[in-house]
């Protein structure tokens, strides 16, 4: 069973991961999340069986996105959002390796479908953007300087991963107009909280477990 983290910190918070966890009366949950006991349980065993390491990175980044959407986004996200999103980013950390380090990815995929990213990108135009994602091209446009401000590195990854959550693929799932679940200055405060956790609690090296 592979091991998970016993303490992982979200924003200023240190949350419990109490983890393998015997649901009693919930005997059907395989996670939860509480705000209030800054804790976090993951259970080891469903249906009675041993659960696999996917299942259960899979349930801990459900958690993580509900502990998100607590302390950064003020509990804006319905569960089945936070179902879509688990599955979501479950597939993009999978499939992108490279999108948290250092040096920015040349490309990322989307689903299935790969993006070229173009960093560092001059617009000709787009005066306030610091990324944008044109799906007909499939690529994903970043700058270095906004205001002649240069941008530091972590600033680019969120702006890389603001514009993953824009992408046609993402919203399809996450639902468009009323349904989509983030207007666009809570999903600048989500993707600030994402690369908060998975920075801190080096989430990404859960994953090259899973791969080996
Ligand atoms: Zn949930």
Redesign the pocket.
């Known amino acids: 069973m592979i091991e998970l983290p016993k303490t992982v910190r979200i924003g200023g918070f240190i949350y419990d991961v109490i983890y393998p966890h015997v649901f009693i009366e919930d005997f059907d949950y395989t996670?939860?999340?509480s705000y209030y006991a800054q804790e976090l349980k993951i259970s080891g065993v469903g249906n009675s069986v041993e659960r696999s390491d996917y299942s259960i990175v899979s349930t801990f980044l459900?958690?993580l996105v509900?502990a998100i959407d607590y302390v950064y986004c003020g509990n804006c996200l319905e569960?089945r959002s936070?179902?879509k999103l688990e599955t979501l980013l479950f597939s993009i950390i999978r499939s992108n390796p490279l999108l948290f380090s250092e040096d920015t990815p040349k490309r990322v995929d989307i689903l299935g479908n790969r993006y070229e990213v173009l960093y560092p990108h001059v617009f000709e135009d787009a005066e306030g953007n610091l990324s944008i994602i044109d799906m007909s091209r499939g690529v994903i446009m970043i700058k270095d300087s906004i205001d002649s401000i240069v941008v530091k590195k972590p600033i680019i990854t969120v702006a890389l991963l603001f514009s993953i959550f824009c992408s046609g693929e993402i919203k399809n799932i996450l639902g468009d107009g009323e349904e989509y679940p983030f207007t666009s200055k809570k999903l600048k405060s989500f993707c600030n909280g994402l690369y908060q956790v998975i920075i801190d609690n080096n989430i990404e090296e859960l994953f090259r477990k899973l791969s080996d």
């Open positions: 996670g939860s999340c459900h958690e509900h569960e936070v179902e």
